[in-house]
């Protein structure tokens, strides 16, 4: 998870003594997301080591946006908002760290407490007299969007997250800050301003910075999206734990050792063993069968987690399903179809075309007369035949195909 680190942060690690750092989370939507596990894997391992991870909830500086890695202007939130969404992500977090007392518990932190009573008078002689202009434009998240237009609130991100580095440096003796690649202007932007406003600074070097590289899904795009390119979130009313396994199951064969290493505590020989399946067997999908355990586990809980495994063997496995209970679990955690009670008795094609199984009665009634539906186990020749009795009076299973599977629900 290496990218770069400051000056002089090798020698303190090598200390042994215990070190503070943090990584800020912009609150601009009531859940994080799995883009968010990096940032979040770099906290658990600061923790496992022996760190106290704090974890910075944006809620003064998502007011404003930061402009790293955006192309355009963020929305604004109003304060309600941005309140209601602290919590949640507080909530998310606990699943991933340790906020016990003591001396290596996890810390959250908002810096609203600070930034909402810093006036302007305070803000131009405290932070902004220590930066020029040349050296903010200078910066990549500046530099890249110049020319598409950046708002003087966007420009004076760097500043801001400045100032939360100094404070929480000063009042909580954090010394580290963390984050992506995209963000190392601005992290280093706050050694500049400790540096510059501590005492003692030339003696030594008061604060750090580590930087992890960004994170690229196999077709370049930064990881965290979807094939379709919607987030996979944590929260399971956003994605349900049954597609949030099946993101993970569904990992290239290219990345799944990455994202062993980065986002599971699981040993290197364990690791390398899963590798060395994934060359002898790669068809059985041992690591990512793994990966997805394991980290459906440590965000919806390790229950819930075999559950998913259990809903995704039997979804795709070879045989029919006939347990009308299995069924019925499977239609709430993966979703289906559903058949007004009145359309039963119209042809399958009209059934399943109305229900949005197929585009159109066209597409269905072609893979019908090809051979590749088959309903509750029963191979379908016939587009005006009518559907199959339901399976304990309610339940269809349909194949399309070698690999796509629809449950449907009559309904009454």
Partial sequence: ?????????????????????????????????????????????????????????????????????????????????????????????ERFLDFSAGEGGARLANNLDWLEEMTVIDFLRDVGKHFTVPYMLSKDSVQVRLERGLSYAEFSYMLLQSADFAHLHRTMGVELQMGG??????????????????????????????????????????????????????????????????????????????????????????????????????????AQRALALDVTARTHGSEIARQAAEDSAALFAPDPIRDPALLERLHASVGGFAVPAGSVSEPVVAVLADAGVFPSRGEARRMIQNGGVTINGEPIRDPAAAMPAPLAGRWWEVRIG???RELGRLED
């Avoid at 979040?40 to 404003?64: E, K, N, Y």
Wanted: hydrophobic fraction near 40%; proline fraction near 6%.
């Fill in 1 to 93: 998870m290496f990218h770069a680190a400051s000056d002089g942060l090798e020698s303190r690690l090598a200390t042994g003594r215990p070190i503070s750092g943090y990584i800020g989370f912009d609150p601009s939507a009531p859940s994080l997301h799995i883009g968010h596990l990096v940032p979040i894997s770099g906290l658990i391992h600061l923790q496992r080591h022996g760190g106290r991870p704090v974890a910075l909830v944006g809620g003064g500086t998502g007011m404003i946006g930061d402009p790293s890695g955006r192309s355009a202007e963020r929305n604004l939130l109003d304060r309600e908002t941005l309140a209601a969404n602290v919590v949640s992500i507080r909530a998310q977090l």
């Fill in 402 to 404: 070698k690999r796509r």
């Fill in 181 to 286: 690649a995209d963000q190392w202007g601005n992290i280093t932007a706050g050694l500049e301003l400790i540096r510059r406003t501590t005492v003692g600074a030339d003696d030594h070097d008061p604060a750090y910075a580590l930087a992890y590289p960004l994170l690229l899904s196999p077709s370049g795009t930064k990881f965290g999206k979807s094939d379709t390119g919607d987030s996979i979130w944590l929260d399971a009313a956003r994605t349900s734990p049954f597609a949030f396994f099946q993101h993970w199951l569904n990992t290239d064969d290219r990345d799944v050792g990455t994202y062993l290493r980065w986002f599971t505590t699981m040993t290197p020989d364990e690791i390398e063993a899963l590798d060395a399946e994934v060359t002898a067997r790669p068809g059985a999908r041992a």
